[in-house]
């Protein structure tokens, strides 16, 4: 079982900054919080991940509450490639697991 | 320059046989996996493999079975096909190491099973 949660669906105006909660109350002190998205009909793309502090890269900007027990993925001019399916995922990493995922968000990015 | 490749991209079959998916990966990763994704868009992990170790997800019946020719490949046979396989399948990769963020897996394009 997936150990975040996620809204189902977001909209977002195109070239506005995309704002994606997810929380995960029961993180422990090891487990990371790692982002994929999943385009329609593609595979599933690693996004971002972060353990503690914020985190920015090409694709996004990771933001972790200092109680880490939530964080917001943030597109900062989402466009409409960004439709797509968001997955939170909360995993210890650098392992040889499979990735657990939820329901994610269904990002929708209008015109 | 695909990084994983997965072929076919599309397998008609009927109930009852037996079928494969192949998966390539040229990132030099070690450790490969196959996912499920439902009809209902859930993603699933079915197995992940190395060269140490299977890690089989232990709700995947026997009748699926990864086999590995060599470190770039992870082909996924299914025995005895029945409806409720039918899904779409996805190849990954990664590296295995102690430093988060380097495991990041790499997904295959999907190979969508349609079992009538």
């Known amino acids: 079982d997936a150990k975040t949660t996620q809204p189902p669906s977001m909209d977002c105006a195109e070239g506005r900054a995309a704002n994606l909660p997810c929380n995960h109350s029961t993180i422990s002190g090891n487990e990371y919080v790692y982002w994929y998205r999943q385009i329609h009909s593609q595979g599933p793309q690693y996004i971002i991940h972060g353990l503690k502090n914020n985190e920015t890269n090409e694709m996004a900007s990771l933001i972790i509450t200092e109680d880490r027990k939530s964080s917001t993925l943030i597109l900062p001019h989402a466009t409409l490639r960004d439709t797509a399916v968001y997955y939170c995922i909360v995993r210890v990493g650098g392992g040889a697991d499979g990735l657990t995922f939820g329901k994610g968000t269904h990002l929708i990015i209008q015109p | 320059d695909t990084a994983v490749s997965q072929t076919p991209k599309y397998l008609v079959t009927q109930m009852g046989n037996d079928k494969s998916i192949k998966c390539e990966q040229n990132?030099?990763?070690?450790?490969m996996y196959w996912y499920k994704q439902d009809s209902k868009k859930f993603l699933k992990i079915m197995f992940s493999y190395n060269n140490k170790e299977l890690i089989i997800n232990e709700t995947v019946p026997n009748r699926f079975s990864p086999k590995s020719p060599d470190k770039a490949h992870l082909n996924l046979h299914i025995n005895s096909l029945e409806l409720g396989d039918s899904a779409v399948y996805f190849c990954?990769?990664?590296?295995?190491?102690?430093?988060?963020?380097?495991?990041?897996?790499?997904f295959g394009p999907g190979t969508r099973l349609t079992v009538l």
């Open positions: 990954a990769s990664s590296q295995e190491g102690g430093t988060p963020g380097l495991d990041t897996q790499y």
């Open positions: 990132l030099g990763h070690d450790t």
